[in-house]
């Protein structure tokens, strides 16, 4: 498609257990960024990756959470030993970079994770 | 983590009247974003702000990035049923002008168009 995909849409786990979502984001966009958001809040920035490689992980909560794009294109936010507090929806977005573009974000529709 | 401050939380407004929201900082930004969000959707950008003072229009929308570069305001003219959803603004600070970089969002407003 067109836009940012993420799988699941969805996912419900039990506390304590691994979770991996997935963002496809869109062909050719350099920059990607996982963003979370609560229940009534904005989004709030965990990572931005500029190709392969994380430029900005200054947003992960702790240790519990972390992030791959191992070919510059897919990423999958993974988070281990999972918290009810974890409960939110994870937004991915990407970007194209250069010279003359503004760069701005594109944003998927989110993965909606509860922990029960 | 750090959110900026964005008022009004919620607004019922009826169909055909104007709408203001606004958002303020207490660090400057370099640039401000407006995006609207629909349920079970990802955000959806509204309108970029690159200037202190610039002022932008698309459509019935018009935002101010404000001369302090601590605030922005969105404005809505004539406001429709489908003009529903939740706005937030955004900034985003980038050392050396670049054009990527995260971005740190306000809680949103709320906005009800009565027909």
């Known amino acids: 498609g067109a836009g940012v995909s993420q799988t699941p849409s969805n996912k419900v786990t039990e506390k304590g257990k691994y979770v991996e979502l997935r963002c496809d984001p869109i062909?050719?966009?350099?920059?990607l960024y996982w963003y979370r958001q609560s229940l009534g809040q904005g989004p709030e920035f965990l990572i931005y990756?500029?190709?392969?490689?994380?430029?900005?992980d200054s947003g992960l909560p702790n240790d519990r959470f972390f992030a791959v794009r191992p070919e510059g294109s897919v990423s999958t936010l993974k988070i281990q030993r999972t918290e009810r507090g974890d409960s939110a929806v994870y937004l991915c977005?990407?970007?194209?970079?250069?010279?003359?573009?503004?760069?701005?974000?594109?944003f998927g529709e989110g993965s909606r994770l509860t922990v029960l | 983590g750090q959110q900026l401050n964005q008022s009004p939380q919620s607004m019922f407004i009826q169909e055909g009247e104007d709408v203001s929201m606004n958002c303020t900082s207490s660090?400057?930004?370099?640039?401000w974003l407006w995006y609207k969000q629909d349920p079970g959707e990802g955000p959806v950008l509204l309108i970029a702000?690159?200037?202190?003072?610039e002022l932008t229009s698309n459509g019935r929308l018009t935002a101010q990035f404000g001369i302090t570069r601590k605030d922005s305001f969105l404005n809505i003219s004539a406001s429709i049923p489908s003009d529903v959803g939740i706005y937030f603004c955004?900034?985003?600070?980038?050392?050396?002008?670049?054009?990527?970089?995260?971005?740190?969002f306000g809680q949103g407003t709320i906005l009800t168009v009565h027909p």
């Open positions: 660090s400057i930004f370099n640039t």
């Open positions: 955004a900034g985003r600070w980038n050392a050396g002008g670049t054009s990527y970089g995260k971005l740190t």
């Open positions: 702000l690159y200037k202190a003072g």
């Open positions: 990756f500029q190709g392969t490689g994380a430029a900005d």
């Open positions: 062909s050719g966009h350099t920059a």
């Open positions: 977005a990407s970007s194209e970079q250069g010279v003359g573009n503004t760069g701005e974000l594109f």
